[in-house]
């Protein structure tokens, strides 16, 4: 449902004139322009969550709103005032944990100054983002933290002594995959509960009381929909109880709620389980019925890895009911005796478990295991696909429904008052349909697009290769990309962003061009993101390569970032089992698989894609698709109507007279 212009607003009235040209954001906000989509945002907002009602009846539940706010609309005050403005307990879910401490060291800060000095506001994030003080000490009192002398230990103990959440995202000096962390940090898996020692001491349960008297809570899409997983089993919660959500980067949750609405079980599951015990069998050596519980760990240990040899060693995710199938009798066999290595080790687990109260949690783990375990041996659920991905060392089995709709109707969408997804891309050629059928948003659901205010049409041009372009299907397609990706690149001196569909194409292309080009070239892989976007913005003449995470969220601005060349339209790989069964599900239903699902999902990467060129009002530069689909295929329409309205050019002498013309 179209969101009606001619509405009025109660709590719309006061976000309308923050908003306004005069209103205090004008007066308080450093380069402050007034935006008309920024401030039809807001109001549409405050309307979705304004709840009074003159005749004092029960407020209506689940009311919804999406909001497509592209680039330069302002989106992220646009809600945050009129939820603070509500007076209600909302979660704000973004899809990265870069929003997430912008909205609470920029944005929080401002509104707090200006609006609300009695807003309390605070950034949630998964138990293993914080320290484990207790698990610290035993790390510093083992030999185990010989390993680790080569970090500033010292400084890590200073910190200890200081910091008020031990987030970890205070130690900018740890390195991202630092096995140190692991060891300390404050896991489910590992938790004691109040029965540990420094119980009274614990970050995460400062943060959960902290979080109790917060109005505004941040987190991001992976920990709100692991906390409505617990909820909806009924296996407790992570948050407190709120009154309505804000999902920003919406276009996420589907992915995102189809790993927590799912099951899952991997053998580093076991082995991280099998440590664990070990570890704490060493505060208390010479206990024979731990001792004991460690020797049927350990073979609990070799029949895991048993177990995961039964799976071919290739890479990636395959259906696992096939391979059922195929090899029924040894899955059977290995699948009983590792079920019955579990039961072995439970019950030897409760017997310790009442002498000590520590190895509770042990005994709650091991019943998660196998509970998992007997979801993947029973008879198959039609909602779920159930699928195995070997990686190098290890290997995970899972449980995925199919349709997430459902499962946020049953359980998330009639228990809060309102909820309002926004991102950049939410629409594909033009309208919500695709969104609001995955999500299973009804009729009642209001929508509101609003473009982009950056000047697109002037400031940027759309190459596409000139007709007879080799299609990705054709053997000479990657010679032909190489040969335009190096003239573009020659022409904007640099000062490009390379995304590919592959890793195989973005090395390949690595290869050819790294030594053929007059100036740096990067590839993700090399450094972290980090540092990668930091040489890139560094070094104003160069290139960077990148896949998967860097087509979106990269917010670089000004003339290091001139040209944005994406190799061809992302479509996914049907093999994958989740999307494979989407795809049969929807040819059962009578639907089109590729229109009206394949074809979507595209559209929304290729435009948040090509979203990482127009950071700014300044900017301008060159987009370049090189898949020649787009104007050879009947869907190539849908595409160009999704993407921004920038004049097209086919030949290159033109992307070269667009750079001479800076």
């Known amino acids: 449902m179209q969101l009606d212009d001619s509405l009025s607003f109660d709590l719309g009235d006061e976000t309308r004139e923050i908003f306004s040209p005069n209103g205090l954001l004008a007066k308080s906000l450093e380069g402050f322009e007034p935006r008309p989509g920024q401030a039809k945002m807001a109001t549409a907002i405050a309307d979705i969550l304004h709840q009074d009602d003159p005749w004092g009846h029960e407020p209506e539940l689940g009311k919804k709103l999406a909001v497509e706010a592209e680039t330069g609309i302002g989106k992220t005050l646009a809600y945050l005032i009129p939820a603070v403005l509500s007076g209600q307990k909302i979660i704000i879910s973004t899809g990265t944990i870069n929003l997430q401490e912008q909205i609470l060291n920029k944005e929080i800060p401002f509104i707090r100054k200006h609006i609300d000095p009695t807003l309390e506001a605070i950034c949630i994030k998964g138990r293993q983002n914080y320290l484990c003080i207790y698990r610290y000490h035993q790390l510093v009192a083992s030999p185990q933290i010989r390993m680790f002398r080569n970090l500033p230990m010292e400084e890590l103990q200073k910190w200890?002594?200081?910091?008020?959440?031990?987030?970890?995202?205070?130690?900018?000096?740890?390195?991202?995959?630092?096995?140190?962390?692991?060891?300390?940090?404050?896991?489910?898996?590992?938790?004691?509960?109040?029965?540990?020692?420094?119980?009274?001491?614990?970050?995460?349960?400062?943060?959960?009381k902290e979080a109790g008297a917060a109005r505004i809570l941040i987190v991001n899409h992976h920990l709100f929909f692991s906390d409505l997983a617990l909820r909806r089993y009924g296996f407790g919660e992570v948050l407190p109880r709120y009154e309505s959500v804000i999902f920003d980067e919406a276009h996420h949750i589907e992915n995102v709620a189809t790993r927590y609405f799912g099951i899952g079980l991997s053998h580093y599951q076991i082995k991280d389980l099998i440590q664990d015990i070990e570890r704490q069998n060493e505060e208390s050596v010479g206990d024979k019925e731990q001792e004991k519980a460690v020797g049927i760990s350990r073979s609990l240990g070799e029949q895991a890895s048993r177990f995961a040899t039964i799976f071919p060693f290739e890479k990636g995710r395959f259906p696992l009911q096939n391979f059922i199938e195929d090899n029924f009798e040894i899955w059977q066999r290995e699948a009983d005796i590792l079920a019955s290595r579990l039961d072995t080790l439970a019950d030897q687990l409760e017997i310790v478990a009442l002498r000590y109260e520590s190895w509770k949690a042990f005994s709650k783990r091991v019943m998660d295991i196998r509970s998992a375990l007997k979801q993947f041996t029973i008879e198959p659920d039609d909602s779920y696909v159930y699928w195995y991905e070997r990686k190098p060392k290890t290997v995970a089995l899972t449980a995925s429904p199919i349709d997430i709709a459902r499962d946020l109707n049953q359980s998330f969408y009639n228990e809060v008052k309102s909820i309002v997804f926004t991102s950049a891309t939410l629409t594909t050629g033009g309208n919500f349909k695709y969104f609001f059928g995955r999500l299973g948003l009804d009729d009642s659901t209001k929508s509101l697009t609003l473009p982009t205010p950056f000047d697109y049409p002037n400031r940027t041009k759309l190459y596409l290769p000139a007709n007879g372009f080799p299609i990705p299907s054709d053997r000479d397609f990657f010679q032909a990309a190489r040969q335009e990706i190096e003239s573009i690149l020659?022409?904007?001196?640099?000062?490009?962003?390379?995304?590919?569909?592959?890793?195989?194409?973005?090395?390949?292309?690595?290869?050819?061009?790294?030594?053929?080009?007059?100036?740096?070239?990067?590839?993700?892989?090399?450094?972290?993101?980090?540092?990668?976007?930091?040489?890139?913005?560094?070094?104003?003449?160069?290139?960077?390569?990148?896949?998967?995470?860097?087509?979106?969220?990269?917010?670089?601005?000004?003339?290091?970032?001139?040209?944005?060349?994406?190799?061809?339209?992302?479509?996914?790989?049907?093999?994958?089992?989740?999307?494979?069964?989407?795809?049969?599900?929807?040819?059962?239903?009578?639907?089109?698989?590729?229109?009206?699902?394949?074809?979507?999902?595209?559209?929304?990467?290729?435009?948040?894609?090509?979203?990482?060129?127009?950071?700014?009002?300044?900017?301008?530069?060159?987009?370049?698709?090189?898949?020649?689909?787009?104007?050879?295929?009947a869907y190539g329409r849908i595409f160009l109507k999704s993407i921004p309205a920038s004049p097209v050019i086919r030949e290159i002498d033109k992307v070269h007279d667009f750079f001479e013309q800076q």
């Open 490 to 633: 020659m022409a904007s001196e640099g000062r490009a962003l390379v995304l590919f569909t592959s890793i195989k194409a973005m090395e390949y292309m690595y290869r050819s061009l790294s030594n053929h080009l007059p100036f740096p070239v990067f590839m993700q892989g090399e450094a972290s993101k980090h540092k990668l976007l930091e040489a890139f913005r560094e070094e104003t003449h160069s290139v960077l390569l990148a896949v998967s995470s860097f087509w979106e969220g990269i917010d670089v601005q000004g003339e290091t970032l001139s040209a944005v060349i994406i190799d061809k339209l992302p479509f996914e790989v049907p093999s994958d089992p989740v999307i494979n069964a989407r795809i049969e599900k929807l040819k059962k239903e009578g639907g089109n698989p590729f229109y009206d699902f394949q074809v979507p999902r595209a559209v929304l990467t290729l435009r948040q894609g090509l979203g990482r060129l127009m950071r700014s009002s300044s900017d301008r530069g060159i987009l370049a698709i090189l898949d020649g689909r787009l104007t050879s295929k």
């Open 160 to 208: 200890t002594d200081k910091t008020t959440f031990g987030d970890r995202a205070e130690l900018d000096w740890l390195p991202d995959n630092s096995p140190l962390w692991r060891e300390i940090s404050a896991s489910t898996n590992q938790c004691l509960g109040s029965n540990c020692p420094d119980f009274s001491r614990c970050f995460v349960t400062r943060i959960r």
